[in-house]
Antibody
Framework: QVRLQESGPGLVKPSQTLSLTCLVSGDSINNGNYYWTWIRQSAGKGLEWIGRIHISGSTTYNPSLKSRVTMSLDTSKNQFSLKMSSVTAADTAVYYC??????????????WGQGTLVTVSS | AISMTQSPSLLSASTGDKVTISCRLSQGISNYLAWYRQKPGKAPELLIYATSTLQSGVPSRFTGSGSGTDFTLTISGLQSEDFATYFCQQYFSFPWTFGQGTKVEIK
């Protein structure tokens, strides 16, 4: 059974960088059939797709966040990461990681991690 | 970005009822649509992709239909675990976007 688990600081100060990691168990992030994805959920914006990364190194980011977001993979630890710079209170949200399965032409997000709340506050 | 509007935002129903949730998009997406259920305090879970294909393990009381800009999720015979919030999501074009959610509550 594939499981994803987010981890990282629950509190980040404004203007600083948010850093989260998603540990994958039961599957390998080297598997080229999948993209590894970050999504966030806030009361104000609902569910927002942040972006995804593939073992090939290919990344796709939401244009609204692209200038502040970087995703990376650590194959030795079977985990992937999200960094978001210059955060503000608007970045306060529950952050989820998810596996994006590609069976062309379709994609689906499953499973999801349990989510981690990140609050931006001084 | 493609915008998505779900209706209704809130739906009151009883166990055993048949309910329908609508998802309307700002532009056509063929059949590149998924549905998720989110129970309180939990992550969303995939129900349907490709508009009407049930994810493995999802009960057959869930049915998806539609194409283009108008899509529907039907739950035939609500169970207790179905009182939750439902989201549609398009993966036709980046950035992928979600509907604002439909909460199904106990009447």
């Amino acid at each position: 059974q594939v499981r994803l688990q987010e981890s990282g600081p629950g509190l980040v100060k404004p203007s600083q960088t948010l850093s989260l990691t998603c540990l994958v168990s039961g599957d390998s992030i080297n598997n080229g059939n999948y993209y590894w994805t970050w999504i966030r959920q806030s009361a104000g914006k609902g569910l927002e797709w942040i972006g995804r990364i593939h073992i090939s190194g290919s990344t796709t980011y939401n244009p609204s966040l692209k200038s502040r977001v970087t995703m990376s993979l650590d194959t030795s630890k079977n985990q992937f990461s999200l960094k978001m710079s210059s955060v503000t209170a608007a970045d306060t949200a529950v952050y989820y990681c998810a596996r994006d399965t590609v069976v062309l032409p379709h994609n689906w997000l499953d499973p999801w991690g349990q989510g981690t709340l990140v609050t931006v506050s001084s | 970005a493609i915008s998505m509007t779900q209706s209704p935002s809130l739906l009151s129903a009883s166990t055993g009822d048949k309910v329908t949730i609508s998802c309307r998009l700002s532009q056509g997406i063929s059949n590149y649509l998924a549905w998720y259920r989110q129970k309180p305090g939990k992550a969303p879970e995939l129900l349907i992709y490709a508009t009407s294909t049930l994810q493995s393990g999802v009960p057959s009381r869930f049915t998806g239909s539609g194409s283009g800009t108008d899509f529907t999720l039907t739950i035939s015979g609500l169970q207790s675990e179905d009182f939750a919030t439902y989201f549609c999501q398009q993966y036709f074009s980046f950035p992928w976007t979600f509907g604002q959610g439909t909460k199904v509550e106990i009447k």
